[in-house]
């Protein structure tokens, strides 16, 4: 069974930094894509970085490049999502989802493309 579990959020101040991890079993995660996507309450979820199977460059929305950093250790089936200079507008719970294997996402991050999720880890940023 295919599952994907994040960890790692929890109250941050803006300009600081936290680092989500996605830890993956019951499948190879280098076979899947795998996203990072986030949720505000009443507002619409959204990809926020996502990584081809097989690939080493990740795709970012542009609100967050050169902010968040995604990366895949294979060996760990882990995926992570370093987030520093943290904006309040970041503020969301952040999931992890994985897409059926072998997947072609084309450059983007949408959700259509995935297929299992994880249940969330909340950030917040604020002073």
């Known amino acids: 069974q295919v599952t994907v579990v994040e960890s790692g959020g929890g109250l941050v101040q803006p300009g600081g930094s936290v680092r989500l991890s996605c830890a993956g079993s019951?499948?190879?995660?280098?076979?899947?894509?795998i996203g990072w996507f986030r949720q505000a309450p009443g507002q619409e979820r959204e990809g926020v970085s996502c990584?081809?199977?097989?690939?080493?460059?990740?795709n970012y929305i542009a609100s967050v490049k050169g902010r968040f950093t995604m990366s895949r250790d294979n060996a760990k089936n882990t995926a992570y999502l370093q987030m520093s200079s943290l904006k309040p507008e970041d503020t969301a719970v952040y999931y992890c989802?994985?897409?059926?294997?072998?997947?072609?996402?084309?450059?983007?991050?949408?959700?259509?493309?995935?297929?299992?999720w994880g249940q969330g880890t909340q950030v917040t940023v604020s002073s």
């Open positions: 989802a994985a897409s059926l294997p072998l997947t072609t996402i084309h450059d983007r991050c949408d959700i259509k493309d995935y297929v299992y």
């Open positions: 019951g499948f190879s995660m280098d076979l899947y894509a």
């Open positions: 990584i081809e199977f097989g690939a080493s460059n990740p």
